[in-house]
């Protein structure tokens, strides 16, 4: 899923400011049912921090 890419997406972002970066049906990431998920999900939340 999503949450194995998460820090080259970061580094991709803080890089490349100027990229559009654009997360079709959120990335495939759903909700959390356990721990494992919950950390994958905020990670993914977390993007939103970047304005682009």
Known sequence: GISSYIQEI?????DYPATTV???HMAFCKP??????????SSFLNLSRFPQ
Not at 10 to 14: G, I
Not at 32 to 41: I, L, M, V, Y
């Open 10 to 14: 970061e580094e991709l972002c803080t």
């Open 32 to 41: 959390p049912t356990n721990d494992d998920e919950e950390k994958a999900f």
């Open 22 to 24: 654009i997360f079709d």
